[in-house]
């Protein structure tokens, strides 16, 4: 028998974006168990509240993460308004939906980016990261900023878009379909890419289920699951299926997130073409008072936002899950039995935010 040995990896690696630490459990180069720990870069968000009253708290929210932060601000923003019983206007719903919807495109666009470049595959990091500056541009363009977007507020948004506006979003996605076609055909059809994600890493429906996997990690194991069928903000008005592919593999995960890049593009041309004229946001009265759970689709799956008013400026209570914090224990099944080579690219296909999880 093998002599087991123990491997670290992480917190620093180069192919990870942030810091999680493995201790990688082996026999010769194959993986037998690994041990997650976190806690490198915590920073305490969730205690603010006691300082931050709950409009400020917002603005913390939307800094949980800094690739999914629209989405954040947004479930922050539903709690409050849930808390305070307040109903925003029809086309605010439909403008965070637009928004939710860049946003998605924009973190699936850098996670195939960095994915090439796990890969070696330069030249298809630099056109997925190409493509995303274009996403952007636009983002920028109707909301002043292209990461931290800062357009939500609880009662609506803080900028409208305008029909000229709507009208050039329309075409410049048009034109981009074509692009990020070319470009992920080259994921799905290109004999290392396959070589490198089939039939690797492999999560069974069954152990996605048990495992707590949410998003694409457990779209991709054949499980239909995506909280935007809720029909929160305006996804109640549109036509939305959850992207399912049933392999389970690495090649899988990728698969769903390609075609989520098209369905938010689809999404988007929906919502463009049904918002309605009006308002955009309403003034809240009084101050939060009760509790509410908040669940939300971001891009690397489930977000869940618990908020505790009581009747004062500041909320009680304010806890985040987030999407990487549940999709480790499926991640630990993954690596089990896989070889020491392929973790790297393991470890990307559940595509790890860090300081989401960290908070």
């Known amino acids: 028998m093998s002599k087991k040995t123990i491997m670290p990896f992480g917190p620093q690696h180069p192919v990870l974006p942030e810091p999680i630490h493995l201790d ?45 932060s629209f989405i954040h601000s947004m479930g922050y923003a539903q709690g409050a308004e849930d808390l305070l019983n307040l109903e925003i206007p029809e086309r605010a719903k439909y403008l965070r939906v637009i928004w939710g919807e860049y946003s998605r495109i924009h973190s699936h666009l850098l996670w195939l980016g960095l994915m090439a470049d796990a890969f070696g595959f330069e ?12 996403i952007l541009d636009v983002i920028e363009a109707t909301t002043g900023g292209r990461v931290i977007f800062s357009v939500v507020k609880v009662g609506g948004v803080r900028r409208d878009i305008e029909a000229g506006t709507l009208k050039f979003m329309l075409e410049k996605l048009k034109e981009m379909k074509a692009e ?83 369905q938010s593009i689809d999404l988007i041309e929906q919502a463009i073409g049904k918002i309605p004229d009006g308002e955009i946001a309403v003034k809240p009265k009084g101050n939060p008072q009760g509790e509410t759970f908040q669940r939300l689709e971001q891009p690397r799956g489930e977000v869940v936002y618990y908020l505790k008013g009581n009747s004062t400026k500041n909320l009680d209570r304010f806890r985040v899950r987030t999407p990487t914090f549940a999709n480790i ?30 908070r």
């Open 24 to 68: 990688l459990v082996l026999e010769d180069e194959k993986v037998i168990e690994a041990l997650p720990s976190i806690g490198f870069v915590h920073r305490g968000l969730e205690k603010l509240v006691e300082t931050r009253d709950y409009n400020q708290m917002l603005f913390v929210a939307e800094r949980v993460c800094g690739i999914c």
């Open 180 to 262: 990020i076609k070319q470009v992920t055909d080259v994921f799905s059809k290109n004999y290392t890419v396959e070589k490198r994600t089939k039939g690797v890493g492999i999560l069974s429906s069954q152990e996605a289920y048990e495992t707590g996997a949410v998003g694409p990690t457990l779209r991709a194991s054949g499980v239909a699951s995506d909280l935007r069928k809720l029909g929160y903000a305006a996804y109640g008005q549109l036509d939305l299926e959850p992207i399912v592919e049933n392999e389970g593999d690495s090649y899988a995960r990728t698969k769903v997130r390609i075609r989520e890049l098209f």
């Open 329 to 358: 224990p499926p991640l630990l099944k993954i690596l089990a039995g896989s070889d020491l080579a392929d973790v790297p690219v393991l470890v990307l296909t559940i595509d790890p935010c860090i300081s989401c999880t960290e």
């Open 123 to 134: 030249s298809l990091f630099m056109h997925c990261w190409r493509l995303r500056e274009q």
